[in-house]
């Protein structure tokens, strides 16, 4: 009924679905916690700041073990590790435990998840990549949607320590079942997901040769790609983890705080479907700087929302361009360096989006506690972002010759000598 590449799409769609659900339903979480045990904003936050590190350390093994072996196994225990964290984490009474049992193994497991899937499954799909992302990666949006918000409701229904419980015994069951549809095999040549060949390609075409990792680390567009994404994700994760307690605090009940972080994950949805056909058509960079900037421009908004309509509003855009961005972000990577070693470079890159995911939480944390407002934290995310979507305009593809633009900076050169 489906081919091995769409099955590939839709084990991805499941395991991100409530990986991603899952770890950003913290923000529900952060305010019951915080209130039971008396812990300030800073600390509170610091635990996500730790799993979003820990994601991105984990990317760079991840991804080269997915190079090697294939994506199926890590994505499968990845899936154990979450369920076994979030399990954990329903006994704890201090911050340590808090931050050993939730922040450590959801860090290292959601690293199991986006960057082995974002490289693998390209690799079926050489013509229609923007739209096989973008369908996989609605698993996200739709998890960061529903997944929160029902979380919000368990909490107030059972408490935060069975809501834990609830979520690792779901998380495992479908992380660990949705990982036997993955394919370890790359397709044969030629082939797409539907088993057509291959035709035209366009704004998807990838360099004829594919760089190793060690050769991409050594151009100028990888740095600059390294420092584009950290600066979009310190914005882009301040905003998933404080927006639900920045709503209480304009006077929102919890779930209707909830519903803000839900609407970013509904406004995702819309975003990488539609982005992805789009990027087909006009090309990865220019989606990807287009909604970075629609990011910045939402994350001032939201400084100066004060009633229901305008703060929804910014939130679902938020999300909508949240969700145009982060599929191009493989996909750009792939035109610029190709597939052979997608997964070890992904994993670098992923580590500064987790460097910036964060600095992002704690800076505003830190800043709340300061000044008792959200304002110069989100004002901070907010040119954080705009400096991430003017890296993403400078972007271009590397010299064919790798290494060759580091090794021209430090050649010197004498009078008649070339």
Known sequence: MFSPGWLMVIAGFLVLMVSWGSQFSFSVFFAPLAGEFGWDRASTSGVFSLSILLFGVGSIFAGRITDRLGPRYV?????????????????????????????????????????????????????????????????????????PFLSSHLITLFGWRTSFALLGLVTGTVIVGASFLIRNESPPAGQSGRGEERTTESPSSLPPRGWSLTEALGTRVFWMFFAGYLFWCTGFYMISVHLAVYGIDL????????????????????????????????????????????????????????????????????????????????????????????????????????????????????????????????????????????????????????????????????????
């Not at 959801?106 to 490289?119: K, M, R």
């Not at 693998?120 to 698993?139: C, N, Q, Y």
């Not at 058509?281 to 001032?300: A, D, K, Y």
């Not at 400096?387 to 008649?416: D, M, Q, Y």
């Open 75 to 147: 994505v499968g225990a990845g899936g154990a590790l979450m369920a076994g964290g979030l399990l954990l984490s329903s006994g704890i009474d201090s911050l340590w435990q808090l931050y050993l049992f939730y922040g450590v193994p959801t860090g290292l497991a959601a690293s199991a998840g986006w960057g082995p899937l974002a490289a693998a499954v390209p690799r079926w799909f050489p013509a229609r990549r923007g739209l096989a992302m973008g369908i996989m990666s609605i698993g996200i949006s739709v998890g960061m949607m529903v997944i």
């Open 251 to 418: 006077g929102f009940s919890p779930a209707g705080a909830a519903l803000a972080v839900s609407l970013i994950g509904g406004g995702s949805i819309a975003g990488k479907f539609l982005m992805g056909l789009l990027s087909d058509r006009i090309g990865h960079q220019r989606v990807m700087v287009m909604n970075l900037i629609l990011q910045g421009l939402c994350i001032f908004g939201l400084i100066f929302s004060r009633g229901p309509f305008p703060f929804y509003l910014f939130s679902a855009l938020f999300g909508f361009g949240y969700g145009g961005t982060g599929p191009q972000i493989p996909l750009v990577a792939a035109q610029f360096f190709g597939l052979p070693s997608l997964g070890a470079i992904l994993g670098v890159l992923i580590l500064s989006g987790q460097i910036g995911g964060a600095i992002g939480p704690l800076l505003a944390g830190k800043i709340f506690d300061l000044t008792r407002s959200y304002f110069f934290g989100f004002l901070a995310g907010g040119i954080s972002v705009m400096a991430g979507s003017l890296l993403a305009v400078l972007l271009k593809a590397p010299a064919p010759n790798p290494g060759k633009e580091i090794r021209e900076s430090f050649k010197i050169h004498r009078p008649g000598v070339e």
